[in-house]
C-alpha cells in the first residue's frame, strides 16, 4: 500500500514540476500580450493655447484646450498575434466649444512586441498607404531602458524616444522616455493659398501659398512592470509657413498634459496588469515547483519505507510472537 502512495506522490510532484516549467516559459509569454477588445479614454489638458481658428478666421491665444482619445480594439479583424485598435482623438477649446481638430489612426500591431504591421486597413485619418513602422498605441510588456521608434501620426514616421530617468508618479517607480520631433514639413496636404496679413505681412498683398509644420517634444512616463505609459505630456508647435519670402502664422501652440483621472485610469490598468503577470510569471511557477519538490520527496520517502518494511506471514500451528 505504501508503495502506491509513494508512486501517486511521485507522480503528482512530477506533473506539478513540468506545470511549472510550462506556465513559465509557455503559457505566460503567450497569455501576456496586448487585449484585443480594449476600450480607453484619455484626456490631455492645455492651459493658455494659441490656435488659429479657420471659421473666424483670426488666431486664439490663452484658451483651455483638451485632447480627447478614445481606443477601441477590433477583435473582429484582429488575429492570432496581431491585434487590431482604432484611435480617435478630438482637439477642442472646451470654454468656446470649438473643435480644432480630429485625428484619425488605425493601426495593427504584434501584441507582444507592439510594432506595427501592415494590414487589416491600418491607416492615418482614413489614408491606407500610410507606412506605420515602429511602436504605436502598445508598448511592449517587457520594458528596457533602450531607444524605442515611436510613431508619430503627424508627420508620418517614427522618432526615437530615449531613456532619461526614473521618477516616482502617484507611487509607481517609473521609467521616462523623452521624443523630439523637429519641425518637420508635413507632406500631402493640398493647403490654400493664405492672406499675407495673417503671416505677418503688409495688408492688401496677394495670397501666399503656404506649407504646414510641425514639431513637438513628448514625454512618456511608463510602468516597468507592464511597459505601459501611465502618464504623458506633449508640448506641440504647428505653424504655416510661406513657401518663399518671410512669413508665419500659428496654427496650434500647446503644452498638453494628462489630467489626474486619466493618470489614474492607466495608473490603475498597469497595476492590474502587473498583478496578472506576477501571477503567470512568479507565483503560479513558484508555488507548483515548490509543492512538486515536496510532493517528489514525499513519495520517495514514502516509496522506501515501504519497500524496507519486511513482508512475513504466519504459517499454520507456527506460534505467535511474543514479547518479553
Not at 503644452?255 to 489614474?264: A, V
Amino acid at each position: 500500500m505504501r508503495n502506491v502512495i509513494g508512486m501517486v506522490l511521485t507522480g503528482l510532484g512530477a506533473f506539478l514540476l513540468i506545470t511549472a516549467v510550462l506556465v513559465r516559459f509557455y503559457v505566460a509569454p503567450r497569455l501576456i500580450a496586448a487585449p484585443t477588445d480594449v476600450y480607453q479614454v484619455t484626456r490631455l489638458r492645455a492651459e493658455n493655447a494659441t490656435y488659429f481658428d479657420a471659421k473666424s478666421v483670426k488666431q486664439v491665444t490663452g484658451a483651455t484646450v483638451v485632447a480627447t482619445n478614445t481606443v477601441r480594439g477590433d477583435v473582429t479583424s484582429s488575429h492570432g498575434d496581431v491585434a487590431v485598435w482604432d484611435s480617435a482623438t478630438m482637439v477642442q477649446d472646451v470654454a468656446r466649444g470649438t473643435t480644432i481638430e480630429i485625428q484619425n489612426q488605425r493601426v495593427a500591431f504584434d501584441r507582444r512586441t507592439g510594432l506595427l504591421t501592415r494590414c487589416c486597413g491600418a491607416s492615418v485619418d482614413g489614408d491606407v498607404s500610410a507606412r506605420q513602422s515602429g511602436l504605436g498605441l502598445f508598448w511592449p510588456v517587457d520594458a528596457t531602458k533602450k531607444p524605442k521608434q515611436v510613431y508619430d501620426p503627424a508627420t508620418r514616421r517614427p522618432w526615437p524616444a530615449v531613456y532619461a530617468g526614473q521618477e516616482r508618479v502617484h507611487g509607481i517607480l517609473a521609467w521616462r522616455f523623452v521624443q523630439h520631433i523637429p519641425s518637420t514639413k508635413l507632406e500631402g496636404q493640398d493647403l490654400p493659398a493664405v492672406p499675407g496679413e495673417l503671416l505677418g505681412r503688409a495688408k492688401g498683398g496677394p495670397a501666399v501659398p503656404v506649407d504646414r509644420y510641425y514639431q513637438a517634444d513628448g514625454t512618456y512616463w511608463v510602468d516597468p512592470r507592464t511597459g505601459n505609459p501611465i502618464d504623458q505630456e506633449q508640448k506641440v508647435l504647428s505653424t504655416l509657413q510661406p513657401r518663399s519670402g518671410p512669413g508665419r502664422l500659428v496654427v496650434g501652440q500647446m503644452d498638453l498634459r494628462m489630467t489626474p483621472e486619466s493618470q489614474k485610469s492607466l495608473q490603475d490598468t498597469s497595476a492590474d496588469g502587473a498583478s496578472k503577470i506576477n501571477l503567470l510569471r512568479i507565483a503560479v511557477p513558484v508555488g507548483s515547483a515548490a509543492v512538486g519538490a515536496v510532493l517528489l520527496a514525499a513519495g520517495a520517502v514514502v516509496g522506501r519505507a515501504g519497500r524496507r518494511r519486511p513482508s512475513h506471514s504466519r504459517q499454520p500451528g507456527e506460534p505467535l510472537a511474543t514479547t518479553r
